[in-house]
T-cell receptor, first 114, second 115 residues
Framework: KAGVTQTPRYLIKTRGQQVTLSCSPI?????VSWYQQTPGQGLQFLFE???????NKGNFPGRFSGRQFSNSRSEMNVSTLELGDSALYLC?????????????FGPGTRLLVL | AQKITQTQPGMFVQEKEAVTLDCTYD???????LFWYKQPSSGEMIFLIY??????QNATEGRYSLNFQKARKSANLVISASQLGDSAMYFC????????????FGPGTRLSVLP
């Protein structure tokens, strides 16, 4: 079974631009979460989607948004990019949300904002 | 307050030896899940092992075992017979909340396996 895939793998943008990242979960998985990883802040939760609905959102500004499609694929968008948005963005999927549900991660998208 | 504490920023271990990576957690929930992930330099997070708060037996997965001490709120990862490929960052994580909606990660421990 194919794992979580994320596109693109690498991205360079300039301040003020916007970016869209894509995530395809493991087949059959309906829950998708997004995380931002930086050396200074570590892994921080962005949001979780299940059945096309955002279930939970982390403490990030409104410039960060996401959505999930009927096939469970998810996209996240960052508008008006800032230098501090440079990070590794990780997507994770699980069958459904739940305490015992393991999240499986994709390879990540490395975003560099210049 | 930190939900997940990993007190060892970096550790070294000799190849073929066992190593324990520490993790303590903080939650007022009775039901929660504990996870360990490995992140090599490539960046991908690899799931290693899971322990449920009501599981009475310590979880094991091949060379990985989880030393779960509920009263002390600790969930240490034990890697037996270390291999060079085990060199990576290791993250302890906890899923809590009524619907498991809170998934928090610790700061990680960088493990280096020496030949």
């Amino acid at each position: 079974k194919a794992g979580v895939t994320q596109t693109p793998r690498y991205l360079i943008k300039t301040r003020g631009q916007q970016v869209t990242l894509s995530c395809s979960p493991i087949s059959g998985h309906r829950s998708v979460s997004w995380y931002q990883q930086t050396p200074g802040q570590g892994l921080q939760f962005l949001f979780e989607y299940f059945s096309e609905t955002q279930r939970n959102k982390g403490n990030f500004p409104g410039r960060f948004s996401g959505r999930q499609f009927s096939n469970s694929r998810s996209e996240m968008n960052v508008s008006t990019l800032e230098l501090g948005d440079s990070a590794l963005y990780l997507c994770a999927s699980s069958l459904v949300p739940g305490l015992g549900e393991t999240q499986y991660f994709g390879p990540g998208t490395r975003l560099l904002v210049l | 307050a930190q939900k997940i504490t990993q007190t060892q920023p970096g550790m070294f271990v000799q190849e073929k030896e066992a190593v324990t990576l520490d993790c303590t957690y903080d939650t007022s929930d009775q039901s929660y899940g504990l996870f360990w992930y490995k992140q090599p330099s490539s960046g991908e997070m690899i799931f290693l092992i899971y322990q449920g708060s009501y599981d009475e037996q310590n979880a094991t997965e091949g060379r990985y075992s989880l030393n779960f001490q509920k009263a002390r709120k600790s969930a240490n990862l034990v890697i037996s017979a270390s291999q060079l490929g085990d060199s990576a960052m290791y993250f302890c994580a906890m899923r809590e909340g009524e619907y498991g909606q809170n998934f928090v990660f610790g700061p990680g421990t960088r493990l280096s396996v020496l030949p």
